[in-house]
């Protein structure tokens, strides 16, 4: 099949960008999304001529690398997929499709469709964790955690700090992130006794970096492709009035 | 250079004690005096810059990814190792020792892997206080699942994700010492040089990926932790931007590199759909716990799956291992499946895979326990397929997948470069010639949480370090040495693209230097990548500029790399002239077809130095000896 494509360029952060048209021609259906690109971008260098830059690495859904909006949607049209888990099978012959970067005022653009994804970062680094040094931990089977709390621990644990939340809401709020890792750590006994620092700390980084507050639209739910719930959302709530009841 | 691997004496199970107490301290007030230096932050770098960070050592960590947590460790989807004994069924250090000593084919060090084992009991405790939602039963306890080529139950896991809790683990540690100020952590950096002051390792040379700029960094010690080389068969279940050039840059400056011909091909991937394919998908192979790989017994029978009876079907690692049956290790299941694909019964269009048969577990089982299990692999193998795993047999088929080889380092993990100290996939210490399933994450682990924050601390106690600043004759050197490369890069302005390249010399190593190798084919391979490397220097095309993100650049500085370094494994692998776990000469076989050491001849790490590009570098051999585990043909049947 070909393919008309409306790509996003930008030259630096400082840069103004624009859209450019680029004509994917012969795409087979078995091709990934990103392959499709790389055979483009694989034409262009032929040329002479820069290569589109866009971020991906694990090319199987897992490291939250890559960060494409497709036709106005993060990570493409398919549920609970990242734009590398996204194949040409669902396009078809003549489709026109614009690939724009991650917008938000807290993921500044790089270079073309690469953002720069660190608040993230800070927001983990602010509280996202349990204090335990290497060393004294003890034995793996000295707290009995129940199945179905684990479970659901892991299930917010599976969040791939993409960033495809961010990029999903009009807010641009880093909610649905924050509230994954918030909600782990609530869930399980060994994030107790940092919960209320954690909750706190984390939110009012956010804060900081310039994302927005939730106004519970669901568009983050929709678009995450571990499709984390916004039940996570309602959790850290009530993690941050507890926080704030309770603090002395 | 005579290769000292500084073993501790006295008996196996004291050696890790005795060493601890023996080597040096460095006094708690003057540790914050010492920077050191981490790159690379998957379970071996972010455990080791977050350990250092926690007892109060200046670590300056770096990655080429945008964040720490995207290291490549985050794939890892099966489990991880342990020496718990949790299930009552018989296991213990030794029997994970000797399980791993045999599952790499006596090609490893005793005194290591005996470390790694004992060490894998920690390794569980520290990552359920980081709060690792490993996988639980019913009454709240940790579940265990026996893995590749295992007889006992001594895997932990966190469904298909094991990797990815457990950097995530390592991940939120080492942020938390960002935050503490005690790492300071570089991202989107590129390692691109060694600088080696007065014959130590004390700095490295960094491309900042977004802004072009070469950056200097000087440090007291260096740990590299930048993971394996499998990118240099082009496919590979390797993220995209794993590379080789952090471990090539350190040996061109000194450091051996042992044993690369070593590497590993995992046997369940999903087979390769056509030419535009820019990786391997691997599906853990915990799925051989419960799915049955078979061919049909017809040479060329094109039916489909559901359409040949059993009777017709060849389950042919049961036939031929019945007491392992799918659960051989991995390089015995990957070389059967070759075979069968060879005689011509392999399935599918291209006939380069074999099944993975689910439809007995279902009926035994139900639906519901494989969803439960195994869920999210059947959901990614549809949507690379677009088939349903519930309903139709998988097809794989092998794929590269780990790199056993790596920089040579002795028991402190200290390269042949005083302070160079290497971990995880980047060294090549402990699986020998073959790595079991679930030893990996153990592996990066143990050595970045347990081993290294004690052995640095050795060496910095045990040597004088005067005052190096970046501004010193040895840092010029290597930036310009740097600059000179990428200024090389861009001007040969060709009209070759550098993917096609890389797409070419892949199939060279996997054609000649892949699953089964013989002289002929070795020595074909010799010949090509030179012939290649030289073309890349003609003809290749690197647009852009140098001050500026540019992946056509980067990209194609790691390319150059392994056209350099393919050389390199090729030759081990000609040089060593015996059959060893993944390192497999058709030359040296058993009559059964089995892989045939020669161990009077090859019980050594070949450990190899640089003499330059295109010169035939010298080999050291380190002797390897068993002492508890005698060498016996490993036999799976």
């Keep these: ?248 | 250079m005579t290769l000292d691997a500084q073993i501790p004496g006295g008996a196996i199970a004291e050696k890790w004690d005795r060493h601890k107490f023996e080597m040096k301290l460095v006094n708690p007030a003057n540790k914050r005096k010492y920077t050191i230096i981490v790159v690379g932050t998957g379970l071996a770098g972010a455990s080791a810059a977050a350990s250092l960070g926690e007892l109060g050592y200046n670590v300056l960590n770096f990655c080429i990814q945008d964040s720490p947590r995207r290291a490549h460790s985050i794939a890892a989807q099966g489990g991880i190792n342990a020496a718990k004994n949790y299930q009552n069924d018989g296991d213990s250090v030794y029997r994970l020792f000797y399980d791993t000593v045999k599952g790499g084919d006596y090609r490893s060090r005793e005194a290591n892997v005996y470390r790694l084992a004992q060490l894998s009991v920690n390794i569980i405790d520290q990552c359920v206080a980081q709060g690792v939602p490993f996988a639980r039963e019913y009454g709240g306890l940790l579940d265990n699942r026996s893995f590749g080529g295992a007889q006992v139950s001594r895997t932990f896991y966190a469904r298909g994700q094991t990797g990815q809790q457990l950097l995530l683990g390592a991940y939120q540690s080492l942020m938390r010492q960002v935050h503490e100020k005690s790492v300071k952590l570089f991202a989107r950096r590129e390692m691109l040089d060694l600088v080696v002051v007065d014959g130590k390792a004390r700095g490295i040379i960094a491309r900042n990926l977004s802004t072009g700029e070469i950056e200097r960094y000087a440090g007291d010690a260096v740990v590299l932790a930048t993971g394996g080389y499998g990118t240099v068969y082009y496919l590979s279940t390797n993220a995209l931007n794993s590379n080789v050039t952090a471990a090539w840059r350190a040996h061109k400056r000194g450091a051996l590199f042992a044993n690369p011909c070593f590497t590993q091909i995992h046997p369940t991937c999903i087979p390769v759909s056509g030419d535009h394919q820019s990786k391997l998908t691997l599906m853990s192979e915990s799925l051989r716990n419960d799915g049955r790989v078979w061919v049909p017994k017809q040479k060329g029978d094109k039916r489909r799956p559901d359409q040949i009876p059993e009777d017709e079907r060849d389950y042919y690692l049961e036939r031929k291992y019945p007491s392992f049956g799918n659960l051989v290790p991995r390089d015995v299941a990957s070389r059967n499946a070759k075979q069968a694909a060879d005689e011509g019964r392999g399935v599918g269009e291209s006939g380069l895979a074999v099944y993975l048969d689910f439809k007995d577990a279902i009926n035994r089982l139900g639906v519901d326990v494989i969803k439960e299990k195994y869920g999210n692999l059947f959901q990614m193998y549809q949507k690379i397929t677009d088939e349903d795993a519930y309903k139709v047999p998988m097809r794989i088929y092998p794929a590269i997948h780990y790199t056993m080889g790596g920089l040579w380092v002795d028991y402190n993990l200290m390269s042949t470069v005083p302070g160079l100290h290497v971990l995880g996939e980047a060294n090549f210490s402990d699986h020998g010639a073959n790595r079991l399933g679930a030893s990996a994450l153990m592996q990066g682990l143990a050595d970045g949480y347990f081993v290294i924050p004690y052995t640095i601390g050795h060496y910095l106690a045990s040597v004088t370090l005067p005052k190096v600043t970046t501004d010193h004759a040895a840092f010029k050197d290597a930036s310009e040495n740097v600059q000179g490369r990428i200024t090389k890069l861009l001007s040969v302005k060709g009209n070759r693209g550098i993917r096609e390249i890389h797409r070419e010399l892949g199939r060279i190593m996997w054609d000649d230097v892949g699953m089964a190798r013989t002289d002929a084919s070795l020595r074909r391979a010799l010949q090509a990548i030179p012939k290649l490397r030289d073309e890349f220097w003609q003809s290749v095309s690197v647009p852009g500029t140098p001050d500026n993100l540019n992946q056509s650049l980067e990209y194609a500085g790691r390319v150059a790399d392994y056209l350099e370094f393919a050389e390199l494994l090729a030759l081990d692998a000609l040089e060593r002239r015996e059959s060893c776990g993944g390192h497999f000469r058709e030359e040296s076989q058993t009559p059964e077809g089995e892989a045939l050491r020669d161990d009077a001849n090859f019980t050594y790490a070949a450990a190899w130095e640089f003499t330059g590009v295109g010169t035939k570098p010298t080999v050291h051999k380190e002797p390897l000896t068993f002492e508890e585990v005698h060498p016996t043909q490993r036999s799976y049947k």
Aim: with cysteine.
């Design chain 1, 1 to 248: 099949m070909n393919l008309k494509l409306r790509i996003w360029r930008q030259a630096g952060p400082a840069a103004a960008g624009r859209l450019v048209e680029y004509a994917a021609d012969h795409v087979s259906p078995d091709m990934s999304f990103l392959e499709m690109l790389d055979v483009v971008n694989e034409g262009l260098t032929k040329k002479g001529e820069e290569a589109i830059a866009f971020d991906s690495d694990c090319r199987e859904g897992i490291c939250g690398t890559c960060s494409l909006v497709i036709n106005g949607v993060p990570h493409g049209p398919d549920r609970g997929t990242t734009a590398c888990q996204l194949h040409m099978r669902r396009f078809k012959d003549g489709d026109s499709v614009t690939i724009e970067p991650w917008r938000a005022a807290a993921f500044p653009v790089v270079k073309d469709l690469i953002v720069d994804r660190s608040a993230f970062d800070r927001i983990i680094a602010a509280g996202g964790y349990v204090s335990v040094n290497c060393g004294g931990a003890p034995d793996g089977n000295a707290i009995p955690i129940p199945k179905d709390v684990a479970d659901l621990a892991m299930d917010s644990a599976a969040c791939i700090g993409c960033g495809a939340c961010v990029a999903a809401c009009k807010n641009a709020s880093a909610h649905l992130f924050m509230s994954a890792k918030i909600s782990q750590f609530a869930l399980l006994p060994q994030g107790h006794p940092e919960r209320h620092r954690r909750v706190t700390a984390m939110i009012a980084q956010a804060d900081g970096e310039g994302f927005g507050s939730c106004s519970n639209e669901g568009e983050c739910q929709a678009v995450c492709p571990k499709e984390i719930p916004i039940s996570n959302i309602a959790r850290m709530t009530r993690e941050y009035v507890k926080a704030a009841l309770l603090a002395k």
